[in-house]
């Protein structure tokens, strides 16, 4: 069978995977006595199979292979499958054959990270995509696919492993320096459609290629030095959204404060003053008084401008270093909290499990002990005592795991109070450095409106400029207006200061609280899983000593 299109009498035939083919196939390669102990009375284990083959199956859709979690080679070709899918639990798979389908794409391979040979050949597959995850790769069969150029299979080239490439069949195969072209670029394949490649073909290959080959990798290390910058601005990024302080080292706050100004905005509609904003947007209250040619007045609000802007910097600075040193203080107390948490648990599991082998090898004794005794009536004395052994075992367990998780919510608390005066004392300095901040901008509008009320004075007395333009001088004739909006854009910009240190105050309590409930969730889940695990080893021994009544 190929990758062609199902006929009338094929699809008579089609199928679905289920339980009774796959128990089927398991039986077909591997008959009952040679299963061992992965087949019981509830059928098999599919859990603990290895291999699967489910060739010339007619096999429509790829479904219900989700328990074989130990598989390691799974064999599907000749049948007509065409969407890669299903395959994501079965992450010990190490061999793949879907050839001989009807696959178009590349896809829901993803989760398959230890897969070794992958077999795609002989289906209709025109691009090579989706396999950035397969990092272990050695042995890649495409052949008889679509693949239409070469160049598509540079995609390979990030597979370091690789040791085999089959290409037979596809058009880029056929191009006069199809091997050549293949050799070159891929200078540590063994093997090209199961042929090796001799030292003397590699050789040509480079020489052929020399120029190609340089640009390459050039731009591959170009690539590489750009990955890595674009890592570490993230890492970077993420470091200072984990501190609570992204973009307070930098002018942002303060530029912010001016670009969201909504009645400042409107002096654009003045063509003087929206030309100016263009060239110097962070001066829009300012801009009045340098279309008056009050040079003075203009240099001494730029003065100002520029005074407010850097202390405004150098505040957002202190507390960005200052959050910086706060995380890094509550990471060592998370870190040193887990490290504590383990060496308490380890200590417990370790004292229960000395509890349970002391227990085991008295109760394997007392087993012994009853299966050679005969008369009734000491048969049911040892019966007793061993109920009463496993009572007390469970009183044991049951003390030593509430001694645990008394021990362990302790930890808990005072994980919860080192790091609660941790975020209060954060609370304080963002407070702190953001009121400073308001005090800046309560300083910076007094200012502006100072020289604001000087300048309408003089428009009062029609002391301004002759040649102002006539748009700006209408602006001054309303004093009123002038001043609510200068009001107005103080009070926005104290809001953004103000929004500011909400968002950083809230973000740190809420990552507190998250933390603290996941730890508690997270150590209420295993005891609940621990006194299950106590009361089924319970009801095991008991079952166990019912057979000797």
Known sequence: MSGSEVNLKDAESLCLIHEDLLNQAILEQNPKDE?????????????????????????????????????????????YIEIIEGLDRLINLTWLDLSFNCIEKIEGLESLRKLELLNLSSNKISVLENMDTLEGLTHFSIANNLLGQLDIVLYLRKFKNMFNINLLGNPCSKEGDYTFFIAAFFPDLKSLDYTLLDEKTKEEASVKYHDVLEEMKCNDLQKQQAEKAKQCKE??????????????????????????????????CVPE???????????????????????????????????????????????????????????????????????TVTEYQQKALQILTNFEQQHKERTVEMQKLSEGHLLKVKINQCNDEINQLCKGLMALEFQ??????????????????????????????????????????????????????????????????????????????????????????????????TEMVSRANAWKVALIKGIQDKDLKQNRTRIKDIHRYMDHLCVQLEEFQ
């Open 35 to 79: 299963v061992g102990g992965n087949f019981n009375e509830e059928g098999i284990h599919f859990d603990e199979i290895l291999k699967l083959g489910l060739e010339y199956r007619n096999i429509l859709r790829i479904d219900h292979l989700w328990e074989f979690t130990s598989l390691t080679r799974l064999n599907l070709n000749n049948n």
């Open 235 to 268: 890492a970077e990024v993420q470091l200072h959204t984990d501190a609570f302080v992204e973009f307070l080292n930098d002018s942002k706050l303060f530029k912010s404060m001016f670009n969201d100004d909504q009645e400042a905005d409107k002096l654009h």
């Open 273 to 343: 003053i929206a030309r100016l904003l263009r060239t110097y947007p962070f001066i829009q209250e300012g801009v009045i008084i340098i279309l008056c040619n009050h040079r003075k007045k203009a240099l001494e609000f730029l003065n100002h401008t520029l005074t407010f802007e850097k202390e405004m910097v150098d505040l957002c600075m202190q507390l960005f270093e200052t959050g910086l040193a706060e995380h890094k203080r509550r990471e060592k107390e998370v870190n040193s909290f887990f490290i504590g948490q383990n060496e």
């Open 404 to 501: 645990m998780v008394s021990q362990l919510e302790d930890i808990t608390n005072k994980l919860d109070i080192n790091i609660s005066e941790m975020v209060g004392y954060f609370t304080e300095c963002v407070q702190g450095t953001l009121a400073q901040c308001r005090d800046l901008e309560d300083d910076y509008n007094g200012k502006v409106r100072v020289t604001a009320l000087a300048l309408l004075d003089d428009a009062s007395k029609d002391n301004l400029d002759e040649f102002l333009p006539d748009p700006v001088k209408i602006l001054f004739t309303c004093k009123e207006t002038v001043m609510d909006a200068l009001a107005t854009g103080h009070d926005n910009h104290l809001m953004k200061i103000n929004d500011q240190e």
